[in-house]
C-alpha cells in the first residue's frame, strides 16, 4: 500500500520541472544567433584607404610614398599633383637654412561674414585639417650659394585664397628682401582673392604690387613661379609682374572665364611665360637664373 502512493509523488515533480524550463532557454538562442552576422559585414573592407592615388590624367594608381618621393609627380606620365607650402619650401632649400617670417599671422574677420558658415568658423576649419595659419608660407633661406626672400602659397588652404595675411605677409617678405637686398622667389597657386575678406582682398593687389615696385627700384631680381592653378587676383598682380615668370608643366594659367585662362602651355608661345620647368628641376634651375641675374653678388648677406 505504501509503496503505490510514493510513486505518485515523484511523478507529480517531474512533470512540474519539465515544463517550466524550456522558455528562457528559446529567448537566449535566438540573440546570440544575431551577433556573429554583424562581425561578417566588416570583413568586406580589403583595400586601405590612403595608400593610392589615381592620376587624374593617366589613371594609374600611384603608390602614395612613391609619389611624396617624387616631389608629388605622377611616375608614370609626369602629371604634377598639387604640393603642399612646406614641401615645396623643402624641396627648394638647403637643409636648415630656412627662417620662417610671421608664421603666427591670423585673419580677422573684418566683415563678420557669414555664409552657409561664418568665415570665422571656415578658418578655424581649414587651420585644423592643414596644420596652416593661411595660405602663404615666407622666410628667407638658402638656395644653393643664393640668399633669397621665398614665399610659396598652399592651395589647400581656403582654394590659396589671397585675403589680408597672405597680402600682408608677401608685403613684409617683399620689403624685408629689398632692405637686405636680397633675390626673390614667389610660388603661387590660387583661385583668386578671398571673398570672405570683400574689399580688404582686393586691396592686396595693390599692396604687394607697390613693395614689389620699390624691390625692382632697389634693382634686384624677382623670379615669379606660376603652378597650377594661378587665377584671377593673384595672377592680375604679383604673380605676373616677375622679372622671370616660369610655370609648371600643365599649369592652367589666367584670370576668369574660358577665353582668358589657358595652359602655361599656351602662354609660354605667347610671351607671357618664359620657361616651363618640372618640378624636379625647378631647384638647379632656380640657381641657375639667380647667378645669372645677381650677376656675381653670389654671397649677398642678410
Ligand atoms: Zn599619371
Known amino acids: 500500500m505504501a509503496t503505490t502512493s510514493f510513486t505518485k509523488k515523484t511523478l507529480g515533480l517531474e512533470t512540474s520541472e519539465s515544463g517550466l524550463t524550456p522558455p528562457p532557454s528559446t529567448g537566449h538562442a535566438t540573440s546570440f544567433v544575431k551577433k556573429p552576422k554583424l562581425a561578417g559585414k566588416s570583413k568586406k573592407r580589403e583595400i586601405p584607404e590612403g595608400l593610392w592615388t589615381k592620376c587624374p590624367k593617366c589613371a594609374t594608381m600611384v603608390f602614395d610614398k612613391e609619389l611624396d618621393e617624387n616631389l608629388k609627380v605622377c611616375t608614370h606620365c609626369q602629371h604634377h599633383f598639387p604640393i603642399g607650402s612646406r614641401e615645396r619650401i623643402h624641396s627648394l632649400v638647403e637643409t636648415c637654412t630656412f627662417e620662417e617670417m610671421d608664421a603666427q599671422m591670423t585673419s580677422g574677420d573684418v566683415l563678420n561674414f557669414t555664409g552657409v558658415t561664418s568665415y570665422t568658423s571656415k578658418l578655424e576649419e581649414y587651420q585644423k585639417s592643414t596644420g596652416l595659419k593661411d595660405a602663404i608660407t615666407t622666410g628667407i633661406g638658402k638656395i644653393g650659394d643664393y640668399r633669397a626672400g621665398l614665399g610659396a602659397m598652399d592651395f589647400s588652404f581656403l582654394g ?138 653670389k654671397q649677398a648677406q642678410g
Open 160 to 297: 590659396g585664397s589671397m585675403g589680408s595675411v597672405v597680402g600682408e605677409k608677401l608685403a613684409r617678405l617683399i620689403e624685408k628682401s629689398t632692405e637686405k637686398a636680397l633675390p626673390l622667389i614667389i610660388i603661387s597657386t590660387s583661385g583668386g582673392a578671398r571673398m570672405y575678406e570683400g574689399m580688404f582682398s582686393l586691396m592686396q593687389m595693390a599692396k604687394t604690387c607697390a613693395a614689389l615696385a620699390y624691390h625692382a627700384k632697389a634693382r634686384l631680381p624677382y623670379i615669379s613661379v606660376l603652378t597650377h592653378p594661378t587665377m584671377a587676383g593673384v595672377m592680375a598682380s604679383y604673380a605676373s609682374v616677375g622679372d622671370l615668370i616660369l610655370a609648371e608643366p600643365g599649369a592652367m594659367i589666367g584670370f576668369a572665364g574660358p577665353r582668358v585662362i589657358k595652359d602655361a602651355e599656351f602662354l609660354l608661345d605667347h610671351g607671357l611665360i618664359d620657361a616651363i620647368v618640372p618640378r624636379k628641376e625647378l631647384k638647379p634651375r632656380l640657381i641657375e637664373y639667380l647667378g645669372h641675374m645677381t650677376n656675381g653678388t
